[in-house]
């Protein structure tokens, strides 16, 4: 499935999209922390469909992934 990343951690990856094949969100955190490095380092949030998750459901590889750092500001 095609992953979406944003701000600090697109930097980490180098790339924007990447692809990972992952059943549930959890396994997604586990590829997520093979492929990138230090990404398990910090917190992020995953959004299934626009949707943040914060435990862990299954994926079809059908949804929207996107993967979201920390956000701050006013």
């Known amino acids: 499935m095609e992953v979406l990343l944003f701000g600090s951690i697109a930097e980490k990856?180098?790339?924007?999209r990447i692809d990972v094949e992952a059943?549930?969100?959890s396994q997604?955190?586990?590829r997520l922390?093979?492929?990138i490095a230090g990404i398990d380092l910090g917190t992020y949030a995953i959004a299934?469909?626009?949707r943040i998750v914060p435990?862990?459901?299954p994926l079809t590889g059908r949804e929207e992934i996107a993967v979201l750092?920390?956000?701050a500001g006013g």
């Open 69 to 71: 750092p920390p956000f």
């Open 33 to 35: 922390a093979e492929s």
């Open 13 to 16: 990856a180098g790339a924007a």
């Open 28 to 30: 997604l955190r586990e």
């Open 55 to 57: 435990g862990d459901m």
């Open 48 to 50: 299934v469909d626009h």
């Open 23 to 25: 059943a549930s969100v």
